[in-house]
Each structure stands twice: as C-alpha cells, then as structure tokens.
C-alpha cells in the first residue's frame, strides 16, 4: 500500500510540475473567432485579388501595386483582428482561473511560436513580390504547422494535433497548386472554428 500511494504521489507531483511549466490558457473561443475571421478575410481576398486573376499555378503572377497593397492590407487586418479577439478571451479565461496572462510560460510559447512563424512571413513576402502568390497559401499552412508543432511542448497536447493538420494541408495545397485558397479556408477557417469547439467542450470547466 505505501508503494502505491508513493506512486501515485509522485505522478501527482510530476503532473503539477507538467502544468506549471505550460501555458495552459488557451481559449477555444480564440480559435473559433480566429477561424471566422480568417473565413472573412479568404472572402475578401477572393473578390479582390484571386477572382480577377484566376487560380495560381507554379507560374509566376505579378502583382501591380495596388492588388499587392490590398492583398497585404487584407492579410495585415485579419492577422491583427484575430490575435485581438484572441487575446481577448485568452484575458478572459486568465482572470476565470486566476492566472497571469505574461509570464515565463506565455514567452517560452511565444518564442518557439514565432521563430518558424516570422521566418515563414518573410519567405512568403518576398515570394509573393517574385509574383509566385500560387505558393503563398500552401507554404502559411505549412510554416503555421510547422510553429504550432515547434510550441506545442510549451501549452496544450491539442496544439500539436492542429499543427501536425497544418502541416498536410499545406503539402497537399502544394500538389494541388491552383487551389490553395480553398485549403486556406479549411486550415486557418475550418480547423480552428472544429478546434476552438473542442476546446471549449474539453476545458470549458
């Protein structure tokens, strides 16, 4: 009996020290409203920019000004709403569990998440000024992956999973190059609104 309960003691104190070391205030209503918006943003990219120009292949596309200019004025806004909104009820699920939403945790996640995440921005900047706007969409599905991997140590298991779908939607836009939008949609838009949903059905307590 008291190697059982030394047992159990010690997987209780190896699970609290798991939980103190990861960042564990992710709101799956973050993910809901970040895959609405990226909805919302695909939409306006397709009635301004991919409408006019047609699905994009391997070949290259230039843009003039103004259609790169509101192309990345779209992408900038959907970005920005959807860390705020993030934010938001990421405060929200902080204060509930009396947590603080900047500390250790939040920067060692930060910095494994923004490390392939920055590095991907700006590969796929300079391709699209190249006019290769045809691999924009699978390469952010596959860097977005790639980072959500790379973080996933630091927060929940479920962080993983996403990024891991991440990544195969992005190599499988890459094969079916004239259609990326559309995998766009489901990576950023459908698998956040599914995981924002799981989210908040598994750790709504």
Same mark, same amino acid.
């Given at each position: 009996?008291?190697?059982?309960?030394?047992?159990e003691?010690?997987?209780?104190?190896k699970?609290?020290m798991?939980?103190s070391?990861?960042?564990?205030?992710?709101?799956?209503?973050?993910g !809901?409203s970040?895959?609405?918006i990226?909805?919302?943003?695909?939409?306006f990219?397709?009635?301004?920019?991919y409408?006019?120009t047609?699905?994009q292949?391997f070949?290259?596309?230039?843009?003039?000004?103004n259609?790169?200019?509101?192309?990345?004025?779209?992408?900038?806004?959907?970005?920005l709403l959807?860390?705020s909104?993030?934010l938001?009820?990421?405060?929200l699920k902080?204060?509930?569990?009396?947590?603080?939403?900047?500390?250790?945790?939040t920067?060692?996640?930060?910095?494994?998440?923004?490390?392939?995440?920055?590095?991907?921005g700006?590969?796929?900047l300079?391709?699209? !000024?190249?006019?290769?706007?045809?691999l924009?969409?699978?390469?952010?599905?596959?860097?977005?992956?790639?980072?959500l991997?790379?973080?996933?140590?630091?927060?929940?298991?479920?962080?993983?999973s996403l990024?891991?779908?991440e990544i195969?939607?992005g190599?499988?836009a890459?094969?079916f190059?004239?259609y990326?939008l !559309?995998f766009?949609c489901?990576?950023?838009?459908?698998?956040h609104?599914?995981?924002g949903?799981?989210?908040?059905?598994?750790y709504?307590?």
């Amino acid at each position: 009996m008291n190697k059982q309960k030394y047992i159990e003691d010690l997987k209780n104190i190896k699970e609290m020290m798991n939980k103190s070391s990861k960042f564990i205030s992710l709101s799956g209503l973050s993910g !809901i409203s970040a895959g609405i918006i990226a909805l919302i943003g695909a939409y306006f990219a397709w009635i301004t920019i991919y409408s006019k120009t047609g699905y994009q292949d391997f070949n290259r596309t230039l843009l003039n000004n103004n259609q790169l200019i509101e192309l990345l004025t779209i992408g900038t806004v959907t970005l920005l709403l959807a860390l705020s909104f993030g934010l938001f009820f990421t405060r929200l699920k902080t204060k509930k569990l009396k947590q603080k939403v900047w500390d250790s945790q939040t920067k060692t996640l930060l910095i494994n998440l923004l490390i392939p995440l920055l590095s991907g921005g700006i590969f796929c900047l300079l391709l699209l !000024i190249k006019g290769y706007i045809g691999l924009i969409a699978p390469l952010t599905l596959l860097f977005y992956g790639l980072a959500l991997v790379n973080a996933s140590k630091y927060t929940i298991s479920e962080i993983r999973s996403l990024g891991m779908l991440e990544i195969l939607l992005g190599l499988t836009a890459t094969y079916f190059i004239g259609y990326g939008l !559309i995998f766009w949609c489901i990576g950023f838009g459908l698998l956040h609104i599914i995981y924002g949903i799981i989210m908040e059905i598994k750790y709504k307590s």
